[in-house]
Every structure is written in C-alpha cells, then in structure tokens.
C-alpha cells in the first residue's frame, strides 16, 4: 500500500510555521493531520553533540524517523502535514529513504524586520532574533530557491489566507 502524501512546511524562527499548522488544524479537516517536529523534544546542542556528533546529524535522524513515521501510516490515508525548521534537502532525502511517491515541501518566509519583530515580541524570544537565526533563513531561502520549492511570504498575509493558500498545496497532492 503507498504511503500517505506528506507535506512539510518549514522555516526560520519567527516565519508563522506554528501559528500556520495551528490554524490547519483548527479548521478540522478531516484528510488533514497536523505534526509538530519539535513534539519530539528538542535536546539542547550539547546533548545533540554528545549522542549524535553533532545538531545537522541529530536532525537529519529525526527526519528521517518523522518522514519514515508518516509515510508508513498506511491505515491513515489523511495527508500527514509536518512543520519545523528541517533543511529541505534532508526533507527531500528522507522522501526518498521512506520510499514517499506523494511528498512536497513548502518554505514559509518573511521579510527578515518582520520576523525579528515576532520573535522580540509576541514570541517572547528576543534570543532568536539574532544574526545566526538569519543566516539559517538565508540558508532555507536559497535551498529552497536552489530546489524550485515553492514559497509562501508569510510578511503581511492573515493565517486565515495563509491556510487558503496551503491548502492549493494539499489538494494538490491528494489529487496526484
């Protein structure tokens, strides 16, 4: 039996990829279910350094066990939409590992003063609006560029519209 399709949204720091799944599934659909990759738990870099030799590596292990999770869920045919902050070519690597027919990635984005806006303020983490955090924004932009992914901006877009606007990418895959 093929695996379900499976969608991941990912993004930096502050670019609305929880609030986005969050409005998701709060519209209830029932083809629809909705994964948070931090649910995991998160190990702090040290942890991630100790256990897996280094964050890239422990990421590219829980990507590769989130991707193999959803797509061996044949008894669940609802699209599988998964949100984190998960490097689009591990994500495409994992599809092809997990044998996934039916996979897309999408990278939510923003301009770079309204993220560290978010993450100063209503976030509440002023830490993460850094130079670094930037920089892996810059990084996913260009994979993602790099990838012919496709993009939503999520700068000035209601959560409303922004779900609209994920849901084309939904249906499109349940459609092939």
Not at 50 to 61: D, I, L, M, R, Y
Not at 126 to 147: C, I, K, T
Request: glycine content about 6%.
């Amino acid at each position: 039996m093929p695996s379900p399709p499976i969608l991941v949204l990912t993004g930096a720091s502050g670019v609305g990829k929880t609030t986005l799944l969050r409005a998701l599934a709060a519209r209830e659909l029932p083809d629809v279910a909705c994964y948070h990759f931090d649910s995991i738990g998160v190990p702090s870099t040290e942890e991630m350094t100790a256990t897996f030799g280094s964050p890239e590596a422990w990421q590219v292990k829980m990507t590769n066990a989130w991707i193999a999770r959803l797509a061996g869920n044949t008894t669940d045919s609802r699209i599988a939409v998964l949100e984190g902050q998960i490097r689009p070519s591990v994500v495409r690597d994992a599809f092809l590992r997990a044998g996934v027919r039916s996979g897309q990635i999408v990278l939510l984005d923003c301009e770079p003063v309204v993220r560290e806006k978010r993450l100063r303020g209503s976030r509440q983490q002023p830490d993460l609006a850094s130079a670094d955090m930037a920089a892996w924004a810059a990084y996913l932009r260009g994979q993602a560029d790099a990838m012919d992914l496709p993009i939503l901006d999520t700068t000035s877009a209601t959560p409303d519209v922004l779900v609209d606007r994920l849901l084309r990418h939904v249906r499109a895959l349940t459609a092939s």
